[in-house]
């Protein structure tokens, strides 16, 4: 996940471990025994919170490498991990735990698993954060402060290594700027960014750019891996290196591809520029603030112009898709209010957000027909998308369509269930819709500010009349 910002530290600060782990109700943590683990046992200690769930595949496959640090660490004494489940049900918790060997708030303990989504803003799991005694994210000075030899050498290990098997000192690249690629060479996403990637490297190296990008591999098989990274320019630590998954962590990498930007002093420049490569490529060297902000303005002008037709439109795909395939053109939702719908059929919760978000639909559709919902699919293949699709009144993207991905960046999908409202102009009202529906349902619509503050005064008005009405009693 991406790095914390100011509004979390700040609400971190106001606790301390304690209160960020117990309840009034509550004054222990589990094991996967069932036995109980008072505070005590975590004083002194730096606490991972590791936000995860057995539904979910990327979490399913990051477990093994997060229990394989802990045992390492945890000898130490200093150490300890606490599982914050997103699971469904509690036997699907109980067989997750089961695999894990370090502590869990209580499945039962809802409000506090809620309690620390929210502090902690979870988008999309897995995630894990560190914290040390007092309940604060301890990383960001060493952050600050890091020496590239820090980064990436280990106790056992000075040196990365080059498509042909050879060693390079890690000495050797300070000074350079550092791309460092969280990777796997057969992912589907990382399949589809690595020739950007590769087209900005071999342009700058071109250019006589003192940059280099080093690979963190995280494939499940060594052969996976030596197929891909024999085929790239740059450098890589060794398969299976446990300095991977450290990393990870330590840059608080959400999801893969990631592309964690090291200046020449061995700082963190950025935490993660793929977006910003996607967008525009080679514009963002040397990735720093000054030339992110440039970019920042040049997408705001871009965002004042955005047009339906300029999000949803790509060359010959100009259309989404009804009942049967049917093709509806772009063309003609121009001027509509639309919600754009990212969701999986995988995805627990986006199964039990459906049939609210289907009733809503219907309702608004009855008052204004200039309205319409688009599903954007992230689903992991065609039958899963038409199964899932079926239960759906409104139009979709195809299956595996190239748009997706786009709308994905513009829109920072980190998470699903995902709601997003794009007013009759084509701008985007909100991408926070979903909370809307959840709490307002149809009387959202259109999920204006302007809207919002006229629920605010008719709750307003309610509440003031239900008191007077109490007082006449």
């Known amino acids: 996940m991406e790095g914390q910002d100011d509004g979390v530290a700040a609400e971190q600060s106001k606790h301390d471990l304690q209160s960020l782990l117990f309840s009034s109700d509550r004054d222990f943590l589990i094991r996967n025994n069932d036995d109980q683990v008072k505070f005590d046992n975590l004083k002194g200690k730096k606490v991972g919170l590791y936000f995860s769930a057995s539904w979910c595949g990327p979490c399913q496959q990051f477990t093994p490498n997060l229990v394989e640090v802990y045992n390492e660490l945890c000898p130490k004494?200093?150490?300890?991990?606490?599982?914050?489940?997103?699971?469904?049900?509690?036997?699907?918790?109980?067989?997750?735990?089961?695999?894990?060997?370090?502590?869990?708030?209580?499945?039962?303990?809802?409000?506090?698993?809620?309690?620390?989504?929210?502090?902690?803003?979870?988008?999309g799991i897995p995630y894990l954060v560190i914290l040390d005694e007092d309940g604060k994210d301890e990383e960001e000075k060493a952050k600050r402060e890091q020496p590239l030899k820090f980064l990436l050498a280990s106790r056992s290990r000075d040196f990365v290594i080059s498509p042909n098997g050879n060693k390079v000192s890690i000495s050797e690249l300070e000074g350079n700027t550092i791309g460092l690629y969280f990777a796997q060479c057969s992912?589907?996403?990382?399949?589809?960014?690595?020739?950007?990637?590769?087209?900005?490297?071999?342009?700058?190296?071109?250019?006589?750019?003192?940059?280099?990008?080093?690979?963190?591999p995280l494939d499940n098989k060594e052969e996976s891996f030596k197929e891909g990274f024999e085929k790239l320019p740059w450098l890589s630590l060794p398969f299976n290196d446990k300095s991977c998954v450290k990393l990870a962590r330590y840059f608080e990498i959400p999801t893969i591809p990631a592309l964690a930007i090291i200046g020449p002093d061995g700082k963190t420049l950025q935490s993660d520029v793929v977006d910003a490569i996607e967008d525009h490529g080679i514009e963002t060297y040397p990735f720093t603030p000054e030339k992110f902000s440039l970019l920042a303005e040049k997408d705001k002008a871009k965002r004042d112009a955005q047009t339906l037709e300029s999000i949803l439109v790509l060359g010959d795909l100009d259309f989404v898709i009804g009942k049967d395939g049917l093709k509806v053109p772009i063309s003609d939702l121009v001027g509509k209010n639309i919600l754009m719908y990212f969701s999986a059929h995988w995805c627990?919760?986006?199964?039990?957000?459906?049939?609210?978000?289907?009733?809503?639909?219907?309702?608004?559709?009855?008052?204004?027909?200039?309205?319409?919902?688009i599903f954007i699919s992230s689903d992991r293949d065609q039958t899963s998308f038409e199964d899932y699709f079926s239960q759906m009144p409104w139009l979709a993207l195809p299956f595996g369509d190239e748009r997706q991905d786009y709308l994905d960046r513009i829109f920072k999908v980190e998470g699903i269930p995902m709601l997003v409202a794009i007013g009759p102009t084509g701008w985007t009202i909100t991408t926070e819709a979903r909370e809307l529906v959840m709490f307002h349902?149809?009387?959202?619509?259109?999920?204006?500010?302007?809207?919002?503050?006229?629920?605010?005064?008719?709750?307003?008005?309610?509440a003031e009349a239900q008191l007077n009405n109490e007082f006449e009693l």
């Not at 469904?88 to 039962?108: C, Q, R, V």
């Not at 009387?443 to 309610?462: G, S, V």
């Open 187 to 216: 992912y589907k996403k990382c399949v589809k960014f690595t020739p950007k990637l590769l087209e900005v490297y071999e342009k700058l190296k071109a250019n006589g750019e003192k940059f280099e990008v080093v690979m963190l």
């Open 441 to 462: 349902g149809a009387d959202a619509y259109p999920f204006t500010e302007a809207r919002l503050k006229e629920i605010e005064a008719e709750n307003e008005e309610m």
């Open 348 to 373: 627990p919760p986006c199964r039990a957000f459906l049939p609210k978000l289907v009733e809503t639909y219907h309702q608004i559709k009855a008052k204004d027909d200039a309205f319409e919902l």
């Open 77 to 123: 004494g200093d150490f300890e991990i606490v599982f914050v489940s997103a699971d469904e049900d509690d036997e699907a918790f109980k067989g997750y735990f089961s695999k894990m060997p370090w502590l869990a708030i209580p499945f039962s303990d809802s409000n506090t698993r809620d309690r620390l989504d929210e502090s902690f803003k979870v988008m």
